[in-house]
């Protein structure tokens, strides 16, 4: 009978052990997954201001008035992205994270491109600003209206970019949510649970 016993709770744990490992491994996948995702959306962003700072870097010193605006805000514009593109894609990826840091950073990176969605509506709406006292101000006409029309076109771009990207990371967070919901775990008909506590 102790022996039974044993033998009993040894599979118990043997079968806890298992499930805890395949947790592990399923949320070591999910943080690996949602880190290339985020990976992918500052490829698109870095690869864009590299083709704006190329493209645009070459127009500018080839158009006059409005064009040449357009162009110069274009590449000051995107210098900036770049940066924030290859400064984001610099440090190395956490994937080895627990429930509760892998629920907080899922959180964060939601809210990171949601409120860079809004701001990029800000941005376009300067812009639209600039046009309108580009009708209202002769002197400096072309450059209102060159950057005016730059940040309409920047705004737009980044605001597709991040309301993609939001879209991507909320729809992959539900595999995280409903890892929660096997979070405990136990064998069926012995009343045998473990619990992992976040």
């Not at 947790?23 to 999910?30: G, N, Q, W």
């Not at 940066?83 to 990176?109: C, E, F, G, H, Y």
């Not at 969605?117 to 309108?132: F, K, R």
């Amino acid at each position: 009978m102790k022996r039974t016993l044993t033998l009993l709770l040894l599979a118990l744990l043997a079968s806890g052990a298992f499930s805890q490992s395949a947790d592990s491994t399923s949320l070591f996948e999910f943080n690996r997954s949602r880190n290339k995702k985020t990976t992918r959306g500052l490829q698109v962003l870095g690869g864009w201001a590299a083709a704006n700072i190329a493209t645009s870097g070459i127009m500018y010193y080839n158009t006059k008035g409005t064009d040449q605006y357009f162009h110069q805000m274009n590449v000051m514009w995107n210098g900036v992205n770049a940066i924030i593109a290859v400064a984001s894609l610099l440090p190395k990826d956490r994937n080895d994270l627990d429930m509760k840091k892998s629920l907080q950073w899922q959180s964060n990176t939601e809210a990171t491109f949601i409120t860079s969605a809004a701001l990029d509506i800000l941005y376009s709406s300067a812009g639209l600003y600039l046009t309108e006292r580009a009708k209202t101000d002769p002197a400096r006409h072309d450059k209102f209206k060159g950057w005016g029309n730059s940040l309409i076109m920047q705004g737009g771009f980044l605001f597709i970019l991040d309301t993609a990207v939001y879209v991507v990371h909320k729809r992959n967070g539900k595999k995280l949510y409903n890892m929660m919901d096997r979070v405990r775990f136990g064998t069926s008909g012995l009343g045998f649970k473990v619990g992992i506590q976040l």
